[in-house]
């Protein structure tokens, strides 16, 4: 339903996941279920926010050329 609100096609698509996935994962150091895990998982997780991140930027720089 969030893709065919925002529509542009795949773009939509990739902005509507990244959102969930960022949300949950936000959401989950916010309740503190990453207390207690290792570095190298906390390490994994912020990296995997900034390539999300990242790639929703990419995103919307290639959507307004």
Do not use: D, P, Q
């Not at 989950?28 to 906390?42: F, I, L, P, S």
């Amino acid at each position: 339903m969030g893709e065919s609100k925002l529509g542009n096609g795949a773009s939509s698509w990739i902005l509507h996941m990244s959102t969930i996935i960022l949300t949950a994962n936000f959401w989950g150091v916010y309740r503190k279920e990453w207390h207690g895990v290792a570095k190298k998982t906390k390490w994994t997780i912020t990296s995997g926010i900034i390539v999300i991140i990242s790639s929703v930027v990419l995103v919307g720089i290639g959507n307004s050329i």
